[in-house]
């Protein structure tokens, strides 16, 4: 099956056109700056050469005419007819409390997906948006939600309740939800396969470490806990968010510096992090090179940054009661080998223990584990998109086999 995935914000469009078959992108790409006189899509087709046009794009439904006139165009495409599109999958945030799976889109499902917009006010309209935009452009294709949050969406109340009074949870569904669920599904599959036992077996923990850093506790195959909460600002420090921290701290601030409600979301959102503490950079690349340069407040990001995520590696493995497999994801998981081997260092008293040349030469699927170490650490490269393609697959083939179960009836 040929597969269309997108994942749209409220100023971008990111798209990946994936053979389910070759488990492959055919085609992948990117329009930015919708909204704008200039917006700009980068196409990349497979064997072919990349091109970038510039041009206005006014909103999400001419963001999605310029993509399929791109995959279907002569010199830079990669089908003939529209037909050639079996399904469109598309990236959700917030899934809310509803969806506990991936679903294919109905007229319910849309309601359910309004619903939920207040849990994420930023990130769900485009969401909608793109949704709407395709049915208008590829009316017959079946559409796919993945969400973020429904890996996570069993984690037992012990896990999902806040400190607050409970009636604010059934009031306003105040809860954790965690997210980056696709990207925990899929590496902590993939560290099963690579232990050699389905992932219903084992006790693993994922670290996604990208812009956005979360962790999650999967034991036998579920999310039990995960860092981020009821939005994803809560657990590790990320390139421009806080993380966890007392949450009076803000209240302070407001009080003292005199913050309205958005300024505070925009520190915390947009001014913490990496960015906050260093003053250097949000990005962990320029956070390293600014140590080598030896600048003091980069350390400190760093450290604070690792220092995190060991805490939640021993708190997730008290979680579990033991633990098998650590897995690194994310761009800085995944490239980061001072990362790695921080977050690592000292905790052979888990079980714990890298071997440094292993860690400084991956290369895709690594066991970056010490031959003794009774703990499998591995360094999974996350593809997301492919799990959006896989899940979309799943879902619109048992569709059309019930479908034509009902009309053989
Ligand atoms: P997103 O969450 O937006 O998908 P990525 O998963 O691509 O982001 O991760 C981006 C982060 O990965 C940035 O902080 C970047 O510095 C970091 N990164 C990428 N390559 C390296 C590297 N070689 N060493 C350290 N950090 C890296």
């Not at 529209?82 to 109905?106: M, P, Q, Y």
């Amino acid at each position: 099956m040929k597969v269309l995935v997108l994942n749209c914000g409220s100023s971008s469009i990111k798209y990946q056109f994936i053979d389910t078959a070759a488990q492959s992108a055919l085609a992948k790409g990117m329009v930015e700056r919708i909204g704008m006189s200039s917006a700009i899509l980068t196409h990349q087709p497979l064997d072919k050469e990349k091109i970038k046009i510039v041009g206005e794009i006014l909103d999400h439904s001419i963001a999605i005419e310029y993509v399929i006139a791109v995959l279907l165009s002569p010199n830079h495409g990669v089908i003939k007819d529209k037909s050639e599109i079996d399904a469109v999958g598309h990236r959700v945030v917030h899934g809310g409390e509803t969806f506990s799976g991936s679903v294919l889109i109905t007229d319910q499902v849309m309601k359910a997906l309004k619903d939920n917009i207040e849990l994420a006010p930023l990130h769900n309209p485009p969401n909608i948006k793109g949704i709407q935009a395709t049915k208008e452009h590829l009316p017959e294709t079946p559409q796919v939600g993945v969400f973020d949050t429904s890996f996570h969406i069993k984690m037992p109340p012990q896990a999902f309740l806040y400190g607050i009074p409970y009636e604010l949870y059934k009031k306003y569904k105040i809860r954790r939800y965690g997210f980056h669920g696709t990207s925990h599904r899929f590496v902590s599959q993939r560290a099963g396969i690579m232990f050699g036992k389905p992932f219903q077996e084992l006790k693993i923990i994922t670290a996604h470490l990208g812009n956005g850093c979360s962790m999650a506790a999967v034991d036998h195959g579920h999310s039990i806990d995960t860092t981020m909460g009821f939005t994803p600002l809560e657990g590790l420090i990320m390139g421009t968010r806080s993380g966890d921290m007392d949450p009076s701290v803000i209240l302070y601030i407001m009080a003292k510096e005199g913050l309205s409600l958005s300024e505070a979301n925009t520190l915390l959102n947009k001014h913490s992090g990496l960015i906050g503490i260093s003053g250097e950079s949000s990005d962990m690349r320029e956070i390293e090179e600014a140590i080598a340069e030896g600048h003091k407040k980069a350390k400190y990001a760093f450290d604070v940054f690792t220092y995190r995520i060991k805490k939640y590696v021993g708190s997730y493995a008290a979680a579990m009661g033991g633990l098998d497999a650590l897995v690194f994801t994310g761009g800085i998981g995944e490239n980061s080998i001072n990362v790695r081997k921080e977050v690592c260092r000292d905790m052979g008293f888990l079980g714990i223990k890298i071997d440094q040349t292993k860690n400084e030469n991956v290369k895709g699927e690594t066991d970056i584990s010490a031959s003794d170490s009774k703990v499998k650490v591995l360094r999974i490269p996350t593809n997301e998109e492919l799990v959006i393609a896989l899940d979309t697959q799943q879902i619109v083939s048992e569709e059309l086999t019930s479908a034509r179960a009902a009309s053989s009836h």
